[in-house]
Structures are given as structure tokens and as C-alpha cells.
């Protein structure tokens, strides 16, 4: 028996047996007429080896979003330009999200425009993923988040992109209620700016506002898992965590939801608020993650409120002085400020299910991701007692 897949002119070799190898020209799978524009030409059934006619450029591709991003993309047959600063090792490791000669490199500097237009030059898809959760000598927020992503939506604009796709932040607004930090969050407010400039930009763009994002190598779960996060064996929350609502998002989602907004035309100009499917206290979550570590009561965890801890003051302060590059434990007054801001969803602002993502409930996830921080997983503890479910942290609903 044999396969035929025609269309006009094509060659059909036939096999006796059961396979039939038909080839079909390339132009055929084409979704535009130019010859000479590279995206035109698809090429191949899917799968990481074939071409899909995606040429993304994704700034911000080292950071802990932008690597599954790019496994998503490359995953489909997407050819990837990863604009890069600093040593070339970094970026290095994301070769292999694409097959041969599919994922490119850029060194860049982004208050630099010329690289920046050649980094999106002969691309039809630009995702925006460049961003830093506290300000450095070099970048202040408005400089990385807001003249940033200005300079990046501009020139791509300038060369022809067709999608543009901005990573802003949930509860980003333009002036966030401060909690305990005087003025409020500065991360939130040039997250609200870097949206506005984008637009002005590229009205078409498509906004993704993530909450607290987890995931391997993140800065959620790991930061309350970090000792320097406690004080000794107690855990200091700003009113003991009670009055605060968060709604975390697994990485992947939030990765498929941006590969699905890259293919969906109905996404350009929309914000998408990128949230998890439930809502919980913080302290019930940071409660559930010490039972998950094992380091419960018994441990010697106790769950108190920051207000009366002069000391954990200092020492966030004293950690933003002497570390300021790379705060020990991501523990910083902008980050701690966010903690308690009640994670804010807009009805009538699609959300990820609107792009047909399922999303992943954090029972079933959480468990693994914090299963190597675990108390004595590597000594003599009974392993079956690893494998037990802890009771899982109460929904708000
Ligand atoms: N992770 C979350 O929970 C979360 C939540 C809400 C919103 N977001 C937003 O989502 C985006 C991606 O987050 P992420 O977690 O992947 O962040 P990340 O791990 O900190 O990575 C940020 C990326 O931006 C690049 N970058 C930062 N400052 C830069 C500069 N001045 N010039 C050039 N590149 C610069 C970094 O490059 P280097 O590797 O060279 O430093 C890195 O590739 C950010 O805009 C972030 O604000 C994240």
C-alpha cells in the first residue's frame, strides 16, 4: 500500500509494503509568496528538526522564563536569535533547544540601538523578556523596564515585526499602595510604565502579566526556602502572612501561554493576566512549603509577624548594602515589599485559559520542586516517609 500526498507537480516513490515516501516542495507549505524571506519557508512535519516559519528573537532568553520559552519554541521548529550580554557561556547552554543551526547568538547592550535592530532584523516573532527584580548601579527599573522596552518594541516596529510579545508584571500599576516600603513598590510602577511605552510603540503588542512565577530555578519558592529568608528556624511574615492573597503560576504555563499567543493572530494587542487556577494566603502556602521540607513544628518552624522584628529589618537593609548586585537569598526591600501585595485579578482581563492553556495546580507540582531542599533527605531517614503527602495549604475562595 502506498501513501500519495499530491499537489501538482510533486515526486511520488512508491515502496512495496506498507510506507510510501512522498515529497512535496517546499514552496507548497509556505504561508507567504516571498522566496526571499526566511519565515516564508516552512519546511517539515513539527518537531524540533523541521522549520516552522517562526524567526523569534527573545531577549531576556538567559533568565529563568526565557529558557522555557525557548524550549517551548525550539520544540516546534522555531529558528531563535537569543541576544546575549556578557560572557557567551551563559547563553551557551540554550544551543540545544533547537536542532542544528537553528538557535543563533547575538552579543547586544540594550542602550544600544543598532544592536538592537540587527538582533530583530530578520525576525517576524520578538518576545521581551528582559527585567531584574531589584535596580543596580548600571540599570535602574526605569532604564531596564521602561527605556528598555521602549527601545526594544521601537526597533521592532522599525524592522517589520509582525508580533511583538511584552512580559509586565500582575499588579503592576502606576502608583502600587505601599505596604511597609515608603512609596511603594518601584518595580511595579516602571512594570505600568514599561506597558504604556511598549504600546505607544507597538499598539499591537501582546502583554503577559505573570505573578509569582515558579519553577526550577526560581524566585518563589526557592526564596522562602532560603535560610537567610528566616531568622534562624523562624519564619517572619508582615502580619504573619495572614491578610496577604497570592495566586502563583507554574512556569510552563506561562511559557505555553506565550508560545500560544506567538501563534494565535487573535492575541496581537491584548494583555493576558498570567495567573494560577487557585488563591491562597501566603501563610498557609510558606506553612505548606515547611511541611513539604519536613521542617515543620517538630523541626522547630514557628510562623511570626515581621513588624516586631527589628532585626530582620536590619538585615534586609544590611543585605542590600553589602550585595547589592546579587542580594544573598534574593532578599531585598523591593522583594519584600511585593510579598505582601495582594495579587490582583482583573475580571474581564483574559487569562491564560483564555489562550487554551490547562492549567497546573500547585499540589502537584510544588512537591517536586521543593523535594531537594527537604530536612535530611540525604541522611538516614526513612524514604518512604518522603513519598507522604503533606495536607495541602486551604483555598480561598
Ligand atoms: N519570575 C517571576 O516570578 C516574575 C514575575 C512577574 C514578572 N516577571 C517578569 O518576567 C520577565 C522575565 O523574568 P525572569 O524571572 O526570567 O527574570 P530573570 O531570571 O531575572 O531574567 C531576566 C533576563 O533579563 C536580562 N536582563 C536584565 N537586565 C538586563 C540589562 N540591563 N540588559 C540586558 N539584559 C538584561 C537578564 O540577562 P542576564 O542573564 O545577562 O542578567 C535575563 O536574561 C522579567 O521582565 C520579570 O520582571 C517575572
Redesign the pocket.
Same mark, same amino acid.
Given at each position: 500500500m502506498a501513501v500519495v500526498l499530491s499537489n501538482g507537480a510533486n515526486i511520488l516513490r512508491q515502496h512495496t509494503g506498507v510506507i510510501g515516501i512522498a515529497y512535496i516542495r517546499a514552496a507548497n507549505y509556505s504561508s507567504e509568496g516571498n522566496p526571499y524571506n526566511l519565515a516564508s519557508l516552512k519546511r517539515g512535519t513539527g518537531g524540533r528538526s523541521s522549520f516552522n516559519g517562526i524567526v523569534a528573537t527573545v531577549? $531576556?532568553?538567559? $533568565?529563568?522564563? =526565557?529558557?522555557y520559552v525557548c524550549n517551548r519554541l525550539g520544540k516546534i521548529g522555531s529558528q531563535l536569535i537569543l *541576544?546575549?550580554? !556578557?560572557d557567551h557561556y %551563559?547563553?551557551l547552554r540554550l544551543k540545544l533547544v533547537g536542532d542544528l543551526g537553528q538557535v543563533l547568538f547575538q552579543p547586544?547592550?540594550?542602550r544600544n540601538e543598532e544592536d538592537l535592530e540587527k538582533a530583530v532584523k530578520y525576525s517576524n516573532v520578538v518576545v521581551?523578556? &528582559? !527585567?531584574?527584580?531589584w535596580e543596580?548601579k548600571?540599570?535602574k527599573f526605569d532604564? &531596564?523596564?521602561v527605556k !528598555?522596552a521602549r527601545a526594544l518594541a521601537r526597533a521592532a516596529k522599525k524592522a517589520g515585526v509582525k508580533k511583538f510579545i511584552h512580559?509586565?508584571?500582575?499588579n503592576a500599576e502606576k502608583n502600587p499602595k505601599p505596604v511597609i516600603k515608603s512609596g511603594g513598590s518601584k518595580?511595579l510602577a516602571s512594570?505600568w510604565y =514599561?506597558e504604556c511605552a511598549v504600546l505607544e510603540e507597538f499598539p499591537e503588542a501582546t502583554i503577559?502579566? *505573570?505573578?509569582? &512565577?515558579?519553577g526550577q %530555578?526560581?524566585?518563589?519558592l526557592r526564596y522562602y526556602a532560603h535560610n537567610w529568608r528566616r531568622q534562624g528556624l523562624w519564619m517572619p511574615l508582615w502580619k504573619k502572612g495572614e491578610c496577604t492573597i497570592k495566586q *502563583?503560576v507554574f512556569?510552563s504555563d506561562l511559557a505555553a501561554g506565550i508560545v500560544a499567543a506567538i501563534k494565535d493572530p487573535d492575541a496581537a494587542g491584548k494583555i493576558y493576566q498570567?495567573v494560577g487556577p487557585k488563591r491562597y494566603y501566603l501563610s498557609e502556602l510558606v506553612d505548606w512549603f515547611y511541611r513539604l521540607m519536613k521542617k515543620d513544628d517538630k523541626w522547630g518552624y514557628v510562623r511570626y509577624d515581621m513588624r516586631f522584628d527589628p532585626f530582620f529589618k536590619v538585615k534586609v537593609s544590611i543585605t542590600e548594602k553589602v550585595c547589592p548586585g546579587f542580594p544573598i537569598g534574593n532578599l531585598h526591600w523591593e522583594r519584600v515589599e511585593r510579598e505582601y501585595i495582594n495579587d490582583h485579578v482583573v475580571h474581564g482581563i483574559p487569562t491564560l485559559e483564555d489562550l487554551g492553556i490547562t492549567l497546573t495546580a500547585m499540589e502537584d507540582q510544588v512537591p517536586w520542586e521543593l523535594r531537594p531542599y527537604s530536612y535530611g533527605i540525604y541522611h538516614d531517614r526513612d524514604l518512604e516517609e518522603f513519598a507522604l503527602r503533606p495536607e495541602p495549604p486551604k483555598v480561598v475562595v
Open positions: 531577549f $531576556g532568553a538567559t $533568565g529563568f522564563i =526565557g529558557r *541576544p546575549y550580554r !556578557g %551563559e547563553a547586544y547592550y540594550l521581551n523578556l &528582559v !527585567g531584574r527584580d543596580t548600571n540599570f532604564d &531596564v523596564h !528598555g512580559v509586565s508584571a500582575l518595580f512594570k =514599561g503577559f502579566r *505573570p505573578s509569582d &512565577v515558579y %530555578e526560581d524566585r518563589f *502563583p512556569v498570567a
